[in-house]
Every structure is written in structure tokens, then in C-alpha cells.
């Protein structure tokens, strides 16, 4: 059967990524060209390409799903979508690659970063003073000549990545190599977290996993003021605590909804660590294991766990001594939810784990920018209608950004035409992008 039609051309402008109008305009209202070329090296040639071009042109192929640089082709082939943006210049996909391994070499990228950056999150913490950071470090695969064997026996890389509980945006980013242990230089990356915050905005807690149960970072919790909630490694003290707890000793967990939880308890007592004589508290949390009576007594999970009579047993050390036992165990998971699942989302949707280059600085930097193009997306949730606020990158691609449009320009005048229930969703996207009011530059 050959079906009833005929193939014809058209010299109309159309595009099939008309909702990408809503990252343009939320670059846009930032400003962010402008914040772009103020704190990035500048090009030696007036013909060569500012640094805004460069990123502004990653940020919408992130967007749009697209995480090789041979994909920029994709945004130049689409006419009607450069000529609404204004896009007149577009980098060629080597041009990009290049440019990666010149300013990832440059000492000041750090910082040009952290001060972009900072405008992206002051807009979504708004009148927020005090914040809570997750850290965690995430392992690369990465079959590049430079990458290095992970713990988890791949060649890659193992950025440590902090984010904003608040936002669930990235506040800072140390990209390491794949054999720098996780727990390497914790505290130093804390301290550049707080002055990758915005001005005003303040460290008030912190989760971290067991990588960061240490003498120092705990000491400058204490001396900081800073509320925590840390992983705890086993050890023999740990194991004498847990003998010595009587069953009276061990208190049901509660769930978020008030009830106990079958085969779940915690036990709480004080603990030192090392030579910090201060002790903090000590949650230890127990779980039934179903189907067997008992374990042998040494037998581990892991390196942060001990088994034994039937119960793995972790722990959770934390200064925040007002908060019961089963609240202070719900606020340390949240890390799952705020940065783990977060991290997720900034490889898997942002191409963080889809790294160029086969040069380490270049994919420092374009790991930064897609930690700056997630940053942007998760400040674009806030202020998206109630529908589309809660979902991922991957259904927006479709729900919002995968418009077909027709570009029309008659006189001075551009229009975008839609089908009318995708005009009026991109309508009221594109308004909510314009009402709020990013900091001066």
C-alpha cells in the first residue's frame, strides 16, 4: 500500500526545539553573557569567540540532551532557533574543544566559575541566610590516556561535588583524579564551599559521609559553629559501646509519619574521637537482619558497618543534640536525596559524566559547566509552573524544550508560532523566567 502523500520542501524557519526559548531567556535575565565575559579570559583577537559563546552554546546542547561536542551541529543546522536567540556566532565543535584545553589550563577558571556561579545561586536561595551542604564524591568512568584506576578498580576520574540542601544545586566542584582517595582533603573542600557561597549566605550544617569522620573536620564544626551529621566508621570503642547497650537501652525508630519501624532501633551515647577530647553524639543504628539468627562477630557489610546477633549495626555522629535519635537518622538520609541523587542527575542529564576531552583540565572545565548548566536548570524549577516543577531534565526535553515551531519575521517583528496549548505553556514559562530579579553584576 503507498500511503497518500508527497514530499515537497519549504524555505520556512522551523524548529522542533522552540521550548529551548526558556533557557535563552533565563540566561537572559541573568545576564549571564554579560557575568561570563566580565570574570573569563578574554579572546587576543577581536574575531576570536568570547567566552559567553562558548558556554552560552554548551549550556543549550546540555539542555537540549546533547553531550558531545560534535552535537553542536544539531544548534547550528536550526536556523529558525539561532535567528529567536540571536545566535549569529556558533563555535564549531573543534573550536570548542580547543578553546576546553586552553582555559582549562588557566589558574583563574576556578574562580571565574565560583563568581558566575554565585549570581546563579543567590537568584534561587533568594533571602536564604543559612544553608546546609552535602558533599560526596563521584566516581567517572572515563577510558581517557590521562584517567587514572578508582577504588572501584575503572580507569576515570573522582570529582567531590558540594551541593546546597536548600536548592540541590552545585556550590562547588574539586575534579580529581580517579585515584585520589575520597577522603583526601575533605576539610579544604569544605572551606571552598563557604566561599563559594553567595555574600550573606552562610555554612549552618553539614552531611557528609564516612570519608568525612575526621578529627579536623569535626574540631571545625565545633569551632565554626556548624551543625553535623557524619558517617561513622567502626572501630573497637565503637564495637565496646554496642556490647555494653542493654536491650532497655535501644529505642524504636520512628518514621516520618510517627510510627515505629519494625526491626529498626537506635541507641545513643557520647564518643570521642582520636585525641579530640570534646565528645559529640554517637546514633547507633540498628537493623534486623530477616532470615538469619546470627552473624559471625566480625563479619562487616562494609568498612562502616558491623554484623553480629542478627543486626547490621551503623552509626551516626552529629552535634545536633536537640534532635531525637529517629530525626537526626531521617536528616542525615535526606544526603540521598539532596546530593547523591543530585549527582545523579547532573551526570546523567548534563552530560557530567560524558567528559570530551582526553586533556584533565579540559574536562575540569567542562565538568564545571555542566555543573553550571545543572545549576541553572534547578534554578529554572523553582520558577516553573506547578506541572512540569518536580520533573527531571529528561521529561522536560519532551514536555518543554521538543516544540516544532515556524518562524516568521514580517518587518521588525519576530514571531514563534505554536500550536495553541504549546504557546500558551511556553507563554507562561517564559513570563515566570522574566518577573524574578537576579542580583546586580
Given at each position: ?11 520556512d524557519?522551523?524548529?522542533s ?14 545576564s ?6 566580565k570574570h ?11 567566552p559567553?559563546?562558548f558556554i552560552k ?6 539542555h ?20 529567536v536567540l540571536d545566535?549569529?556566532k556558533?563555535?564549531q ?6 578553546w ?40 567517572i ?5 590521562d584517567?587514572?584506576?578508582?577504588y572501584?578498580?575503572?580507569k576515570g ?6 551541593h ?9 566542584v ?5 585515584n585520589?582517595?575520597p ?20 555554612l ?7 570519608a ?5 573536620i569535626?574540631?571545625y ?18 564495637r ?16 516520618k509519619?510517627?510510627k ?8 545513643r ?13 554517637l ?5 534486623a537482619?530477616?532470615g538469619q539468627?546470627n ?10 558497618a558491623?554484623s553480629r ?8 555522629a ?6 531525637s ?6 536528616w ?33 572545565l567542562?565538568?564545571?559547566i ?5 545549576n ?30 515556524k ?12 500550536k ?16 524574578f ?5
Open positions: 500500500m503507498i500511503l497518500p502523500y508527497k514530499l515537497d520542501t519549504t524555505n524557519l522551523l524548529t526545539r522552540a521550548g529551548l526559548l526558556a533557557t535563552g531567556q533565563l540566561m537572559d535575565t541573568l549571564l553573557a554579560e557575568r561570563i565575559d573569563f579570559p578574554q579572546p587576543k583577537s577581536n574575531r576570536g569567540y568570547k559567553s559563546e552554546t554548551l549550556i543549550l546542547m546540555q537540549e540532551g546533547s553531550f558531545h561536542l560534535d552535537e553542536v551541529r544539531h544548534i547550528q543546522d536550526d536556523e529558525a532557533l539561532r535567528t545566535l549569529k556558533l563555535p565543535a573543534t573550536t570548542i574543544g580547543d576546553l584545553r586552553r582555559m582549562g589550563s588557566q589558574p583563574q577558571i576556578q574562580e571565574a566559575w565560583v563568581k558566575v556561579n554565585k549570581a546563579v545561586l543567590q537568584s534561587a536561595l533568594h533571602r536564604c541566610k543559612k544553608v546546609t551542604l552535602d558533599i560526596d564524591a563521584t566516581e568512568v572515563a577510558h581517557k590516556a584517567a587514572q584506576w578508582t572501584n578498580k575503572n576520574f573522582m570529582p567531590m561535588v558540594g546546597i540542601a536548600e536548592t540541590g544545586q552545585v556550590v562547588a574539586d575534579f580529581r583524579q580517579g585520589v582517595p577522603a583526601k582533603d575533605n576539610l579544604a573542600f569544605i572551606k571552598q564551599c563557604q566561599q563559594a557561597l553567595p555574600e550573606g549566605c552562610a549552618n550544617a553539614l552531611r557528609i559521609d564516612a568525612g569522620y575526621q578529627i579536623k569535626i574540631e564544626c565545633d569551632e565554626q559553629g556548624i551543625e553535623y551529621a557524619i558517617r561513622a566508621k567502626t572501630s573497637p570503642a565503637m565496646a559501646q554496642i556490647d555494653a547497650a542493654g536491650d532497655a537501652d535501644w529505642q524504636p525508630l520512628i518514621d509519619k510517627g515505629e519501624i519494625s526491626g529498626q532501633d537506635t541507641y551515647t557520647s564518643f570521642c574521637i582520636g585525641k579530640y577530647e570534646k565528645a559529640f553524639t546514633i547507633i543504628q540498628r537493623t537482619i530477616k539468627a552473624l559471625d562477630l566480625d563479619s562487616q557489610e562494609d568498612s562502616n558491623i546477633g542478627g543486626y547490621v549495626y551503623r552509626a551516626i552529629t552535634n545536633r543534640d536537640k534532635l535519635d529517629s530525626q537526626i537518622v531521617h542525615y538520609n535526606q544526603r540521598a536525596e539532596d546530593s547523591e541523587n543530585r549527582i545523579k542527575e547532573l551526570k546523567l542529564d548534563f552530560g557530567g559524566d560524558t567528559l570530551p576531552c582526553s586533556d584533565f583540565n579540559a574536562n575540569a567542562y565538568f564545571l555542566s555543573s553550571l548548566s545543572y541553572l536548570f534547578a534554578l529554572m524549577r523553582q520558577l516553573l509552573p506547578e506541572e512540569l516543577a518536580h520533573h527531571r531534565a529528561m521529561t522536560l526535553r519532551w514536555r518543554l524544550y521538543a516544540m516544532a515551531a518562524v516568521v519575521k514580517t518587518g521588525r517583528q519576530l514571531f514563534v508560532k505554536l495553541e496549548n504549546n504557546r500558551t505553556l511556553l507563554e507562561q514559562v517564559l513570563l515566570a523566567l522574566k518577573e530579579e537576579p542580583p546586580p553584576i
